[in-house]
Antibody, heavy 115, light 107 residues
């Protein structure tokens, strides 16, 4: 059973950089692709990005210019950075793995962008 | 991007009812589609993968069907714990895209 535990700053000011990390335990890190997904308050789900264990990434074009995803295989962790945040980036951010396989999700982190 | 159009956006039903939710893809996605259930304040939970395969541990009253551009999620006999929001997710091509959700409420 794969378990994902995520953390990161929950309150940001406009123009700052969002930074979140997700740690994977209990399963195969190299055997899955890892994702970030967000959900704005009262809204639907938006896929942000995906990375595999070798660091190959895919980004949503709507966010690509501001997003960087990275992986640390020595710690079984992956991370998200979203720069130049605005109020529109206020959302619950989820890490998730194996969307086409085992499908595990983190607990979610509410990130609020406010001056 | 592949657009996933989910219907209805909301649905009122009673315990014991049979309900069906539909997702239509703007282009063919083979069978690379999952269905998720989300309860308030929780992460989505996958119910169905590859359009029709039941996730381990999910009750058999949930079923999925479809291929190409039209997909359905059926709950054969609604239970009180099934009242939630449901989403489809296509994994055929990047960017992955979700349907806008169906909120299932108690009548």
């Amino acid at each position: 059973q794969v378990h994902l535990q995520q953390w990161g700053a929950g309150l940001l000011k406009p123009s700052e950089t969002l930074s979140l990390t997700c740690a994977v335990s209990g399963g195969s890190f190299s055997g899955n692709n890892w994702n970030w997904i967000r959900q704005s308050p009262g809204k639907g789900l938006e896929w942000i990005a995906e990375i595999n264990h070798s660091g190959s990434t895919n980004y949503n074009p709507s966010l690509k210019s501001r997003v960087t995803m990275s992986v640390d295989t020595s710690k079984n962790q992956f991370s998200l950075k979203l720069n130049s945040v605005t109020a529109a980036d206020t959302a619950v951010y989820y890490c998730a793995g194996g969307l086409g396989g085992s499908s595990s999700w983190g607990q979610g982190t509410l990130v609020t962008v406010s001056s | 991007d592949i657009q996933m159009t989910q219907s209805p956006s909301s649905l009122s039903a009673s315990v014991g009812d049979r309900v069906t939710i539909t997702c239509r893809a703007s282009q063919g996605i083979r069978n690379v589609l999952g269905w998720y259930q989300q309860k308030s304040g929780k992460a989505p939970k996958r119910l169905i993968y590859d359009a029709s395969s039941l996730q381990s541990g999910v009750p058999s009253r949930f079923s999925g069907s479809g291929s190409g551009t039209e997909f359905t999620l059926t709950i054969s006999s609604l239970q009180p714990e099934d009242f939630a929001t449901y989403y489809c997710l296509q994994l055929n091509s990047y960017p992955y895209t979700f349907g806008q959700g169906t909120k299932l409420e108690i009548k």
